[in-house]
């Protein structure tokens, strides 16, 4: 038995979409907060479990019978260390045999540090390392799908604006990631491992704002911006303050060098290359966006 926890979210969902296209239903776990959210999984005989990160307890009896977890990791701006070391400890004490977490990826000895995401993934990891469970570490790039939160709406736009110069992030559809997680998962030989997941490539927002002139047929200009400006865009768009901080520690880590890695891992496990950054903001023109 498979469980994936998040399944009603972006990340999760897509694992057990992938998932239900290479083994039966009443293999799959969905592990939900709600189950209503849930029930068009249920119809399709997927087990679904109600847990919570922060519920000790209800973790536990989900993870009864279950071989491999599929750890996504808890929303920023929660207490991810408490969430996180919950769901790996429950897996350990109910006889869970593989652990697999995904966490952000970074570089190895990187300077980049946001609280809430790197220094809980690397506490997380290290739990995990050290719990005596199989484990396997895979380290996302940036979700092709947070752009529009970086720099608003594709189809919208007029300039691309963000405070990032000429520094590349090399990202992947999160479906794609969920793919990538359900081959690895059903798969034998990920034990103990840890894998950087990105694109084939790395697009700077100049990149970007180019793409997006080739796909509507207007010019899009890049305009970097200065951080502050940035920030202040953001907030008049409506966005609380340590939202827009929180787009401009992207921004950080890209220019630190953090985001651009180009690894063979995806591609290996997607068997085939990740879909171009093109393809993908391609999507936003379409009529139903
Ligand atoms: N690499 C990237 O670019 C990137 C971007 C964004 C996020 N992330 C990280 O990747 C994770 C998955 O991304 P996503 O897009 O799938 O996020 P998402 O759509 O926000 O989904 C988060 C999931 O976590 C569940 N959840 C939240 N709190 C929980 C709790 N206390 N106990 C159990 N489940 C809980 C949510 O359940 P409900 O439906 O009940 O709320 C939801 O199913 C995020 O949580 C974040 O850590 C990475």
Redesign the pocket.
């Known amino acids: 038995m498979i469980l994936v926890?998040?399944?009603?979210?972006?990340?999760?969902?897509s694992t057990v979409d992938a998932l239900l296209k290479k083994m039966p239903a009443k293999e799959i776990t969905a592990?939900?907060?709600?189950s209503e959210?849930a029930a068009d999984l249920k119809e399709k005989e997927v087990v679904v479990k109600e847990?919570?990160?922060?519920n000790y307890q209800s973790l536990l009896k989900a993870f009864e019978g279950v071989e491999k977890v599929v750890l996504?990791?808890?929303?920023?701006f929660?207490d991810?260390i408490t969430?996180q070391t919950n769901v790996i400890n429950a897996a350990k004490e109910a006889g869970v045999s593989h652990v697999i977490y995904?966490g952000?990826?970074r570089k190895k000895d990187g300077s980049w540090i946001v609280p809430m995401?790197t220094e809980s993934d690397k506490i997380t990891e290290q739990l995990l390392i050290e719990s005596g469970l199989n484990y396997t570490i895979v380290l996302?790039?940036?979700?092709a799908?947070?752009i529009p939160f970086f720099i608003g709406n594709p189809a919208a736009i007029s300039e691309v604006k963000y405070p990032s110069g000429d520094a590349k992030i090399s990202f992947v559809a999160?479906e794609e990631?969920a793919e990538a997680l359900a081959n690895l998962v059903i798969q034998n030989g990920h034990e103990n491992k840890i894998y950087t997941l990105s694109n084939s490539e790395a697009w700077s927002f100049a990149d970007i704002a180019e793409i997006l002139t080739e796909i509507s047929g207007r010019k899009i200009d890049f305009i970097n911006v200065s951080k502050d400006q940035y920030i202040s865009l953001k907030e008049k768009e409506g966005y609380p303050k340590p939202a827009a901080e929180f787009a401009v520690e992207w921004a950080n880590a890209a220019l630190a060098g953090e985001l651009d890695e180009i690894n063979p891992a995806l591609e290996i496990l997607l068997g085939r290359r990740p879909s171009s950054l093109k393809d993908f903001l391609k999507r936003y023109f379409q009529p139903e966006n």
């Open positions: 926890t998040g399944a009603t979210g972006g990340l999760g969902r592990l939900v907060r709600d959210k847990g919570d990160y922060f996504i990791s808890a929303p920023t929660t991810r969430q995904t952000i990826q995401v996302n790039n940036v979700y799908d947070v999160r990631f």
